[in-house]
Nanobody, 121 residues
């Protein structure tokens, strides 16, 4: 069982930055693939970024490449999403997800409750 708690969301002006954190419980965190997803009002949830258990491989959606960075600290059971050059279209609820294999196929096994990110123009 893995419990995920996101933090770091908020209101920021376009061009600004935020760093999201996802704290995980459970002794097997370091063996899980992790990812960030987002869902804007009226839209489907989409994957934003993902990272393998070791941190050796990452994935980014085209819309955030070059602006967002995913990282993890297995000693702290935490995964981060650094978001720079934010745009109004980044406004969404951001969710952290974990899966023992991959978060990019099917539905990840575990989800956080979400944190709101609002980017004003």
């Amino acid at each position: 069982q893995v419990r995920l708690v996101e933090s770091g969301g908020g209101l920021v002006q376009a061009g600004g930055s935020l760093r999201l954190s996802c704290a995980a419980s459970g002794r097997t965190f370091s063996s899980y693939a992790m990812g960030w997803f987002r869902q804007a009002p009226g839209k489907e949830r989409e994957s934003v970024a993902a990272i393998t258990w070791s941190g050796g491989n990452t994935y980014y959606a085209d819309s955030v490449k070059g602006r967002f960075t995913i990282s993890r600290d297995n000693a702290k059971n935490t995964v981060y999403l650094q978001m720079n050059s934010l745009k109004p279209e980044d406004t969404a609820v951001y969710y952290c997800a974990a899966d023992p294999v991959t978060v990019l196929r099917g539905a990840p096994d575990y989800w956080g409750q979400g944190t709101q990110v609002t980017v004003s123009s």
